[in-house]
């Protein structure tokens, strides 16, 4: 068995089209109905202000599975620690013996969360989209804009969040990427040129609504990964020309969809691995709206994982 720390995980693993690729084949293995996919085991830690979750998913006929334990204590910045945390447990898939320990402290669940979103706007997004507007300016805001010049030629992104200092900071950060930035005190000027809209916060309130979205824009919607979290008022989800998940029964529970409360959805949902192994066409004019709801499965942490490892062991 093997223990690798994340400044060598870091240097093995980066937000690149050869990740993107692993990722990717992770949800069209999912599309295809060829994961093993358990539901997401969750524990509240009240006293502490924390949470853990527990991911897990095999992909039929690989040689590795990932089990991924990511735990949040939120009151963590107050004593000089970080909020998340976590590791992932790699694992035969024909002895179950541990073939390593990847303590990444959560950087690949940060990386494969921004390169869901980038693959979401690939298979979503119109093919000319150099805009991008971002609502929220932490850790996966940056990374997201990182993952999307992967699949679009970006120039322009537009950002709100809730602290203006906050979004400045951000928009130094992007600035020096080489994008021009501009900074919003109000989302519906923040959206209005968009023609991708990405929401990365961790609002338990709607912050987009129907009103703010221009025509044919596409919207990626990754804050909302427990029952207590939203990001999309549901005129959002109606207006939509095509509403897609990465699992429907995960959007129910812990994504946009519980809007819905266990009723009936007054819309088709789509799955992005059938999108993706199907080759589905979702966007038909450059008008077309679409809305992707993004929940984090464990195929991501088992694609992510299984490729980390066999960049780390050299065989990849």
């Given at each position: 068995m093997q223990l690798y720390h994340r400044d060598a995980i870091e240097g093995a693993v980066g937000i690149d089209q050869a990740a993107l690729s692993a990722v990717e084949a992770g949800f069209a293995a999912l599309g295809r109905g060829e994961v093993v996919q358990p539901p997401i085991l969750s524990m509240a830690i009240e006293e502490a202000n924390g949470e853990v979750d527990v991911k897990t998913a095999h992909v039929r006929g690989a040689e590795r599975f990932a089990?991924?334990?990511?735990?949040?204590?939120?009151?963590?910045?107050?004593?000089?620690?970080?909020?998340?945390?976590?590791?992932?447990?790699v694992?035969?898939?024909?002895?179950?013996?541990?073939?390593?320990?990847?303590?990444?402290?959560?950087?690949?669940?940060?990386?494969?969360?921004?390169?869901?979103?980038?693959?979401?706007?690939?298979?979503?997004?119109?093919?000319?989209?150099?805009?991008?507007?971002?609502?929220?300016?932490?850790?996966?805001?940056?990374?997201?804009?990182?993952?999307?010049?992967?699949?679009?030629?970006?120039?322009?992104?537009?950002?709100?969040?809730?602290?203006?200092?906050?979004?400045?900071?951000?928009?130094?950060?992007?600035?020096?990427?080489?994008?021009?930035?501009?900074?919003?005190?109000?989302?519906?000027?923040a959206c209005a040129a968009a023609d991708i809209i990405v929401t990365a916060t961790p609002s338990r309130m709607p912050l987009l609504h129907a009103r703010d979205l221009p025509a044919g824009v596409h919207v990626t919607a990754m804050g909302s990964d427990s029952p207590e979290k939203r990001e999309l008022d549901a005129s959002v989800l109606t207006r939509a020309d095509a509403f897609v998940c990465d699992t429907r029964a995960q959007s129910?529970?812990?994504?946009?969809?519980?809007?819905?409360?266990?009723?009936?959805?007054?819309?088709?949902?789509?799955?992005?691995?059938?999108?993706?192994?199907e080759r589905q066409r979702l966007r038909l004019t450059d008008d077309t709206l679409t809305v992707c709801d993004l929940t984090g499965t464990g195929v991501q942490d088992t694609a992510i994982a299984s490729y980390a490892l066999s960049r780390l062991a050299g065989d990849g």
């Open positions: 089990i991924k334990v990511s735990p949040g204590f939120f009151d963590n910045p107050a004593l000089g620690l970080p909020s998340l945390n976590g590791l992932m447990l694992l035969s898939a024909r002895t179950g013996r541990v073939e390593a320990v990847l303590f990444d402290e959560g950087y690949l669940t940060q990386v494969r969360t921004a390169l869901a979103g980038a693959i979401a706007a690939r298979h979503l997004s119109r093919e000319t989209s150099r805009r991008v507007t971002v609502l929220g300016a932490g850790e996966q805001a940056e990374c997201q804009v990182q993952a999307l010049r992967l699949v679009r030629d970006l120039d322009t992104l537009d950002v709100w969040a809730r602290r203006r200092e906050g979004a400045e900071t951000y928009a130094e950060r992007m600035r020096a990427a080489g994008l021009t930035v501009n900074v919003h005190d109000d989302i519906a000027e129910e529970g812990n994504g946009e969809l519980k809007v819905f409360e266990g009723g009936e959805v007054p819309f088709k949902v789509h799955e992005l691995g059938r999108v993706i192994a």
